[in-house]
Nanobody, 120 residues
Framework: QVQLVESGGGLVQAGGSLRLSCIAS????????MGWFRQAPGKEREFVAT????????SYADSVKGRFTISRDNAKNTVYLQMNSLKPEDTAVYYC?????????????WGQGTQVTVSS
C-alpha cells in the first residue's frame, strides 16, 4: 500500500519559516515527479511546487517563487518544502503528491495533508 505522510506543519508568524517533509512508503518514486499542492479554506486546491525525479528540475507557482524551495532525497524516498518569508495568504492545508500530471493539476498519489497557519 502506497502512503505519503507529511509532517512539519504548524503555526508561525508572518515572516517566519517552516520546513515540510513527506516520506513515501509502499513503492519508490525515485523515477517520478513529486511535489506539493495546497488548499486554503473556501478555495480550490492549487499547485505549489514540483521536482523532477533527478532533483535538478523544479517548478514553482508564481505566488511562492523566491520564498519556497523544494528538494528531494531519493535514498530516503522523501521530498521537502522549505518555506521562508511566510505570509498570511500561505495559510492552507499542504498536500504532498507523487506522479504529478504534466499540467500540474493532479497526481496519482496524495498525502493526508498538513496544516500551515501564518498569523499576521
Amino acid at each position: 500500500q502506497v502512503q505519503l505522510v507529511e509532517s512539519g506543519g504548524g503555526l508561525v508568524q508572518a515572516g517566519g519559516s517552516l520546513r515540510l517533509s513527506c516520506i513515501a512508503s509502499g513503492r519508490t518514486f525515485s523515477s517520478s515527479s513529486m511535489g506539493w499542492f495546497r488548499q486554503a479554506p473556501g478555495k480550490e486546491r492549487e499547485f505549489v511546487a514540483t521536482i523532477r525525479w533527478n532533483g535538478y528540475i523544479t517548478s514553482y507557482a508564481d505566488s511562492v517563487k523566491g520564498r519556497f524551495t523544494i528538494s528531494r532525497d531519493n535514498a530516503k524516498n522523501t521530498v521537502y518544502l522549505q518555506m521562508n518569508s511566510l505570509k498570511p495568504e500561505d495559510t492552507a492545508v499542504y498536500y504532498c503528491a507523487a506522479v504529478i500530471t504534466p499540467t500540474r493539476t493532479g497526481a496519482s498519489y496524495w498525502g493526508q495533508g498538513t496544516q500551515v497557519t501564518v498569523s499576521s
